[in-house]
């Protein structure tokens, strides 16, 4: 496959930043996104030009640390992460345009690697049960039901990617917040700071500059782990219980 | 599947093995004094860990606050150790090179993490678990940590579920367990596929939460460049901050390095981009001996590499191989046929052959090998990629016909998923290819009981250290491992070097502190300068070549001699030659990956070394010259029951060993046969 490669450069967080366009021949079908992108940067190496930045650990969908914008898709055009995107799903001839995760509480770093430290403050502020370790019951004094545990499971998923921010045209991050409220939610040992948990959370997520949540669902289909849009409904239902009870 | 029938060590040290003269390493290290666990506690080993526990001296809770605690990873055995710490009210700070704790390698893991709670009354106790454990290494671990090891399993399972993680349930709400890794018991907690993650995100939260309580200071983007010691001791880090590129100074009353595993010097493997040796390399440097470097885990079931861009491999579940059946082509002719129109007289299930009574679940060293030795034959399916076929397929259709398309969904719906994303082929109906592919190490820093290294303050925890596997690990061990390590054993060990405090102020200007950064800025600019013609990930691939050729599934002493030539020359070649565009006050992703590789090329020679003394096919390791008369691997514990820890001899000097001796008091030692 021969390509034609619109990619996102940007020396550093104040730099300006602009697109350019590169030539990419030879690209096998079966290569992920991201090795197509190390082709390119070989073949800028050997250039004489530097290589251009992009993260990525896992390269197996799980550790949430890749995530481009793909022609203006948030992972491109699967249901996955942008390592798990593989060349088949474009044409010989096409045109690509590659560009960071775009939104405010996300600043670029440098080319296509953005700062996502936000999500990390905003578990701070109560995305945990607080168990100190030594302190725990005994595993099977708490059963909890299956279907809860599953549920819980199921949003527990979340990779932490920001796919959902990036998605939202408000740069909201209800989705990623909605799973884990609903994850500890759904468990007994999450019940204890359950008010104060989505209380915190939701103010933290506000100043760091995330938007507020119309509704748009644009998140849920850029998640690659499918996060359902009924995490931000459970979270809005925390949110005025807690208010509810004085918080 | 059933546990393999043993015969006694004295049975199978038959021919074969000539006196133990054989010294295949002489000229390439030195020999040294033979190294003790000075910690190791004596007595029954099942009271060990609890006075170990008792005589390690504790900390004034008012004293903690003014002792300093440095942590280089946030993996399982990092993460843990960090918000255990906090908790404890130590200050800690906490190191990762990824933009979030979160996203450690851990988070990688599939399949799940042993415990001995024998909720399923199925004849599982402590005992067995470090029995099963012990002898899964081919008894080339240390008895008392593997013991301990599986004592503080079960707590580790109460911790986690009080934090939330959502491990799978029984319809009664109870917790369910699964039997992995070819053990008979079900001991397995798993949540799905991904018990890795959850497991990893609850110790993130807790520790997220420490961070908020302000006895944590996180710093994600930051990759440990150099070890400080001060007077013999561990005093500090290098780190430098990759965003801003500014070279930083750590200084800390003790270091824990709990920085992973450093598979990728095989270039390609199942771990993630980043995973690298350098934390610990540095170490050993600095003083921190390696143990059993060579000591390699290769998975038998990893999707095959497709081309000379692949750029890591992706694991599939072993439980694969409960319904799967591994089979080549009897004909090389028929090796670029469709599949589907072999005849079934034509297909050779070539695990089926060779091992009757275990068939395709034998251990993963040996199916592997056996993949090897098919492809090698000129049998393997595929593509070619450098002029052979590296894949054997993994057929599904009986378990389809068996078990119908729903009932193989059901179990094994998102695996099949992945490797149709990955390779665009439809498993349901053509069958899979797998290859074997490096996994996971069980070499690392040498430590004692008390998880310390050779250097006084240097503790080392999870993959990163070399203590609980031998030879080779069982499934779902590593993450028990990791948690164990940073829960529940570093937090009472540590104390006892921490009693010592308070400890004399380093000041950022003490001559071995300058002299650390300035060696940092030194590498460095020399990547910079050299201005080249290759790019780092070319050495990387190549050097990863010669390790999976020569000290890969089977090593032999030509092999590994030649490798270590070869490595010498490559690594000349990079210095002279290597080109790393951009600059060190930026984000700059080829000057990290010059570091890491720079340290792979001296590690990799280490490793040769390693499995070049060791001539005896054990677990991983497999030596060409010990094998039996039909192929299957021979030890020999008269000659090489000890642990290899080698000491850095500085940069012209060839490394020296030390040997500690494996004494095994509660268990006896077994050959192992699976045929
Ligand atoms: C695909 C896969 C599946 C697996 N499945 C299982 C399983 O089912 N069960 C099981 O028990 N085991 C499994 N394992 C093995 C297990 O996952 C690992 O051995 C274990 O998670 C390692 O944990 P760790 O905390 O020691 O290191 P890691 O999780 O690798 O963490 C290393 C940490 O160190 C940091 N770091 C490294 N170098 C530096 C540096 N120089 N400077 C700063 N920070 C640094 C990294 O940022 C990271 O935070 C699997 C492994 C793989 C690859
Ligand atoms: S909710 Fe989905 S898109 Fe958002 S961070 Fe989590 S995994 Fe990524
Ligand atoms: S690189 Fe880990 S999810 Fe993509």
């Known amino acids: ?247 | 599947m059933d546990m393999p029938d043993t015969v006694t060590a004295a049975e199978a040290s038959h021919s074969g093995f000539l006196d133990g003269d054989y010294d295949d390493a002489a000229g390439y290290y030195t020999p040294g004094a033979p190294l003790v666990d000075s910690k190791a506690p004596d007595g029954p080993i099942s009271e060990r860990w609890q006075n170990r526990k008792f005589e390690a001296r504790l900390v004034n809770p008012a004293n903690r606050r003014k002792l300093s605690i440095i942590i280089v990873g946030t993996g399982l055995a990092g993460a843990s150790a960090a918000a255990t710490l906090g908790e404890a009210g130590y200050r800690v700070k906490s190191f990762c090179y990824q933009d979030s704790p979160r996203r450690a390698h851990s988070i990688a893991a599939q399949g799940g993490i042993n415990a001995a709670k024998n909720y399923k009354e199925d004849g599982d106790s402590v005992h067995r678990l470090f029995y099963d454990t012990v002898k899964g290494g081919d008894y080339r671990s240390r008895e008392s940590n593997v013991y301990r090891l599986a004592e503080v399993s079960t707590n580790i399972i109460d911790q986690c579920v009080a934090q939330g993680v959502p491990f799978a349930r029984e319809y009664g709400g109870l917790l369910d367990n699964r039997s992995f890794g070819g053990v008979q018991v079900s001991r397995t907690f798993y949540a799905r596929g991904q018990t890795g993650q959850q497991l990893l995100i609850g110790a993130y939260q807790a520790l997220e939460r420490q961070v908020a309580a302000g006895t944590v200071s996180m710093y994600t983007r930051h990759e440990m460049l150099e070890l400080i010691t001060i007077d013999g001791k561990a005093r500090g880090i290098i780190a430098r901050d990759m965003v801003t590129g500014e070279i930083e100074t750590h200084l800390a009353d003790v270091v824990v390095l709990a920085s992973g595993g450093y598979g990728n010097v095989f270039y390609l493997s199942t771990n993630a981009m980043g995973c690298n040796v350098t934390a610990a390399w540095r170490a050993h440097r600095k003083g921190a001996y390696m143990a059993n470097p060579c000591f390699t885990q290769i998975h038998p079931t990893c999707i095959p590499v497709s081309g000379e861009h692949q750029s890591k491999l992706t694991l599939m579940s072993e439980s694969l191989r409960n319904d799967g059946r591994i089979w080549v082509p009897k004909n090389q002719a028929d090796c670029e046929k469709d599949p589907r129109d072999i005849p079934e007289e034509d297909r050779d299930y070539f695990l089926e052959r060779i091992y009757p009574s275990f068939g395709n679940l034998v251990p993963r060293d040996i199916a592997s090998r056996a993949a090897k030795n098919m492809c090698d034959e000129g049998r393997g399916v595929g593509p070619e990629v450098e002029g052979v076929r590296r894949g054997v397929y993994l057929d599904f259709a009986a378990a389809i016909e068996r078990l119908g398309r729903d009932g193989v969904e059901e179990k094994y719906d998102n695996l099949l998923d992945m490797y149709e994303r990955i390779t665009g082929e439809n498993p349901y109906e053509v069958p899979m290819r797998i290859y074997p592919a490096v996994h996971y190490v069980m070499g690392g820093l040498w430590v004692d009981y008390d998880l310390q290294s050779t250097i006084p303050g240097l503790f080392v925890t999870g993959e990163a250290n070399f203590s609980d596997h031998g030879a080779n690990r069982l499934g779902a061990s590593a993450l028990m491992q990791g948690l164990a390590d940073g829960y529940f054993v570093l937090p009472h060990t540590i104390r006892d070097y921490l009693a010592d405090g308070p400890f004399e102020e380093i000041a950022e200007d003490h001559p071995a502190v300058v002299e650390a950064r300035e060696s940092v800025k030194g590498r460095i600019d020399h990547f910079l300068s050299v201005n080249g013609t290759r790019s780092v990930d070319s050495y990387h691939r190549e050097l990863g070549n010669i390790m999976w050729e020569y000290c890969g599934m089977e090593r032999t002493e030509t092999g590994l001699k030649k490798a270590i030539d070869l490595i010498r020359g490559l690594k000349d070649d990079f210095y002279r030659n290597v080109k790393v565009l951009g600059s060190a006050e930026t984000l700059n992703q080829s000057l990290e990956k010059a570091g890491r590789v720079a340290d792979f090329f001296e590690l990799g020679e280490l490793m040769c070394i390693d499995a070049l003394n060791r001539r005896e096919s054990c677990g991983g390791h497999f030596r060409g010259e010990s094998q039996t008369e039909d192929g299957e691997a021979m030890r020999h514990d008269e000659e090489y029951a000890y642990v290899a820890a080698w000491e850095w001899a500085g940069e012209d000097s060839i490394p020296v060993l030390h040997k500690e001796d494996l004494v095994y008091t509660a268990i006896e030692m077994k050959q192992r046969s699976y045929k």
């Open chain 1, 1 to 247: 496959m021969k390509l034609t490669l619109k990619i996102w450069r940007q020396a550093g967080p104040t730099d300006k930043g602009a697109i350019h366009t590169y030539q990419l021949d030879d690209v096998s079908p079966d290569m992920s996104f991201l090795e197509m992108l190390d082709v390119l940067n070989e073949q800028l190496n050997a250039e004489g030009e530097e290589p251009i930045a992009f993260d990525s650990d896992c390269r197996e969908g799980i550790c949430g640390m890749c995530g481009l914008m793909i022609n203006g898709d948030a992972h491109g055009p699967e249901v996955t992460t942008t390592c798990q995107l593989h060349m088949r799903s474009f044409s010989d001839g096409e045109t690509i345009t590659i560009e960071p995760w775009r939104s405010e509480a996300f600043p670029v770093l440098k080319d296509l690697v953005v700062d996502r430290s936000a999500f990390d403050r905003i578990i701070q502020q109560g995305g945990y049960i607080s168990v100190n370790t030594g302190s725990a019951p005994e595993a099977h004094s708490v059963p909890v039901p299956r279907d809860d545990a599953m549920r819980a499971f199921n949003v527990a998923t979340c990779i932490g990617c920001g796919a959902c921010v990036a998605a939202c045209p408000n740069g909201s991050a209800s989705l990623f917040m909605g799973a884990k409220i609903t994850h500890l939610g759904e468990l007994p040992q999450g019940q204890p700071e359950r008010d104060s948990r989505v209380v915190n959370m939701v103010a933290q997520h506000d100043a760091e500059g995330f938007g507020g949540c119309t509704n748009i669902g644009a998140c849920t289909a850029a998640c690659p782990k499918e996060i359902p849009l009924d995490v931000i409904s459970q979270l809005n239902k925390d949110l005025r219980t807690a208010i509810k009870h004085g918080h």
